[in-house]
C-alpha cells in the first residue's frame, strides 16, 4: 500500500448503485404514498361539498352517519321523512329556542357563542357547548360522534358555513328535523311523535314539541314522553320561549 486509496472493484461500484437505487427507490415510494393520502383527503373533502348541493332539492331525503351506521350493523331504524310544512310550528320553533337561538341571524356559525367557549377555555374554565343547528346538521350527516371530537369540531366550521351559504333555513331545519335522533332507533320528527306520543308531527301540542326539544342533546338518557322533574321545568322553560320566539324565528316564514 503506498498511501493511496484502492481502486473500488467492480463489484463494489454495482453495490453501490444498487443501494443508491433502493435509497431512490424508497423516496420516490414515500412520495407516492403522500400523494395517494392527499389525494384521498381532498376526495374526502369533496363529497359534502357535492352532496350538499344534490340535497338542495327537497324531494330529496338525505341520512345520516349514524343512520348509516345502523344499516351496516343490521340494527335497523325507523324514520318517515315529513316536510317542514307537515311539521307544527310550535315544534320548529321550540327546537330552534332550545338548541340555536340565532339560527336565523348566523351564517352557519354562532360567532358570539364560539367566541365564548374559546375564552372559557383560555381561562381554564370549563367549556360549554357552541353547536349551531347547522354545525350539528353537518355533522350528523358527514362526519362522526367520537373519537376525536376536536377534529370533527374542527372540520364542522367550514362545513356549516358552505352547508349555510348553499341552503335556504327553512330547508337546513327540514333535514336537521328528518335526521336527527330522538332515541335509539328513532331518527327523524314524524318517528319521534308517532313513538313518543302516538301522534304526527303536525299535530304536537305546545307541551309535547317542549319536551321533544329539550330531549336532543341526550335522547339516550331523556325520554320525552316520561319526563323527569329536571326536564320538565327545562320544558316549561322552552314553551314559554317558543311562545315568545317572535323574530327569532322570522326566516321559517
Same mark, same amino acid.
Not at 37 to 46: F, H, P, Q, R, W
Not at 97 to 113: A, K, N, T, W
Not at 210 to 227: D, G
Given at each position: 500500500m503506498n498511501g493511496l486509496a484502492e481502486p473500488i472493484s467492480d463489484q463494489g461500484a454495482e453495490g453501490l448503485e444498487m443501494a443508491s437505487r433502493a435509497k &431512490?427507490?424508497?423516496?420516490?415510494?414515500? &412520495?407516492?404514498?403522500?400523494?395517494? @393520502?392527499?389525494?384521498?383527503?381532498? /376526495? #374526502? /373533502? #369533496?363529497?359534502p361539498v357535492v352532496l350538499t348541493v344534490l340535497y338542495a332539492p327537497s324531494f330529496v331525503h338525505p341520512v345520516s352517519t349514524l343512520m348509516l351506521k345502523d344499516l351496516a350493523t343490521f340494527s335497523g331504524y325507523e324514520r318517515r321523512w315529513v316536510s317542514l310544512d307537515d311539521v307544527a310550528p310550535v315544534l320548529a320553533n321550540s327546537v330552534i329556542?332550545? +338548541?340555536?337561538?340565532?339560527?336565523?341571524?348566523?351564517?352557519? @356559525?354562532? #360567532?358570539? +357563542?364560539l367566541r365564548g367557549v374559546v375564552d372559557d377555555a383560555l381561562a381554564g374554565e370549563a367549556t360549554r357547548g357552541a353547536s349551531t343547528i347547522t354545525m350539528q346538521t353537518v355533522k350528523n350527516l358527514f362526519l362522526w360522534s367520537r373519537p376525536l371530537a376536536s377534529l370533527r369540531k374542527l372540520a364542522e366550521l367550514p362545513l356549516a358555513v358552505y352547508f349555510d351559504a348553499v341552503l335556504s333555513k327553512r330547508r337546513i331545519l327540514e333535514i336537521y328535523l328528518n335526521i336527527a335522533e330522538w332515541g335509539p332507533g328513532i331518527y327523524g320528527i314524524e318517528a319521534a311523535a308517532q313513538y313518543h306520543f302516538g301522534v304526527s308531527a303536525k299535530n304536537l301540542t305546545r307541551r309535547q314539541a /317542549? %319536551? #321533544?326539544?329539550?330531549? %336532543? =342533546?341526550?335522547?339516550? +338518557? &331523556?325520554? =320525552?314522553?316520561? =319526563?323527569g322533574p329536571g326536564l320538565r321545568r327545562l320544558a316549561h322553560l322552552i314553551e314559554r320561549r317558543a311562545a315568545k320566539s317572535g323574530g327569532y324565528v322570522g326566516c321559517l316564514q
Open positions: &431512490r427507490g424508497s423516496r420516490a415510494g414515500a &412520495r407516492r404514498w403522500v400523494r395517494r @393520502i392527499v389525494m384521498t383527503a381532498l /376526495a #374526502l /373533502a #369533496l363529497v329556542m332550545s +338548541e340555536d337561538g340565532q339560527f336565523c341571524f348566523h351564517h352557519g @356559525i354562532d #360567532l358570539g +357563542e /317542549a %319536551l #321533544l326539544a329539550v330531549t %336532543l =342533546p341526550n335522547p339516550y +338518557e &331523556r325520554n =320525552p314522553a316520561k =319526563p
